[in-house]
T-cell receptor, first 113, second 114 residues
Framework: EAQVTQNPRYLITVTGKKLTVTCSQN?????MSWYRQDPGLGLRQIYY???????DKGDVPEGYKVSRKEKRNFPLILESPSPNQTSLYFC????????????FGSGTRLTVV | AQSVTQLGSHVSVSEGALVLLRCNYS??????LFWYVQYPNQGLQLLLK??????LVKGINGFEAEFKKSETSFHLTKPSAHMSDAAEYFC????????????FGKGTSLLVTP
């Protein structure tokens, strides 16, 4: 089944403790992206990647890092999480976003206390 | 930059009634437009998209949307609402300076009452 898989689904952590949210897709898509969803703000793009070793900032990149060492994986790294990063995170992939839109994962609900 | 505005954060309809969710876009180049649906505790699922060609676009679950350039709109409709349509709906735009991003609206929560 074609899908984007994120782990974990739920995560509670403490301020300053580094964490990684994993994302993997099995559709051989070149484009991958991370979004965060907050009430009343919709979805905002954090980072995106056009191919292996090619990444760029989205609208809200502060406090996040990404890497794209393999085509299928696009982990999101929070080096020093803060409470304002409490949110619902979505990973997405696409053949070509402008034409096809994105296929989204099921989400990771992160709480930073 | 491309952007979308969804009018109404909450819409309530009766089962069997027409569903109309409004989306207006702002774009300096021909836009590519999308509607996504999000069911509780799930990711976003593509309902339909407009890229080029026919301006009336049909999607899954009986939804359709019409691209109206003169009105800069891409409203989502369904003739008869089902209880299972209750969800959050997002309009999005891509193209031009947004590069590889989809710029989403803030969403409309659809409530369907018996």
């Amino acid at each position: 089944e074609a899908q984007v898989t994120q782990n974990p689904r739920y995560l509670i952590t403490v301020t300053g403790k580094k964490l990684t949210v994993t994302c993997s897709q099995n559709m051989n898509h070149e484009y991958m992206s991370w979004y965060r969803q907050d009430p009343g703000l919709g979805l905002r793009q954090i980072y995106y990647s056009m191919n292996v070793e090619v990444t760029d900032k989205g609208d809200v990149p502060e406090g996040y890092k990404v890497s794209r060492k393999e085509k299928r994986n696009f982990p999101l790294i929070l080096e020093s999480p803060s409470p304002n990063q409490t949110s619902l995170y979505f990973c997405a992939s696409s053949r070509t976003p402008i034409n096809y839109g994105y296929t989204f994962g099921s989400g990771t609900r992160l709480t930073v206390v | 930059a491309q952007s979308v505005t969804q009018l109404g954060s909450h819409v309530s309809v009766s089962e069997g009634a027409l569903v109309l969710l409004r989306c207006n876009y702002s774009s300096s180049v021909p836009p590519y437009l999308f509607w996504y649906v999000q069911y509780p505790n799930q990711g976003l699922q593509l309902l339909l998209k407009y890229t080029t060609g026919a301006t009336l676009v049909k999607g899954i679950n009986g939804f359709e949307a019409e691209f109206k350039k003169s009105e800069t709109s891409f409203h989502l409709t369904k003739p008869s609402a089902h209880m299972s349509d209750a969800a959050e709906y997002f309009c999005a735009v891509s193209g031009g300076n947004s590069g590889y991003a989809l710029n989403f609206g803030k969403g409309t929560s659809l409530l369907v009452t018996p």
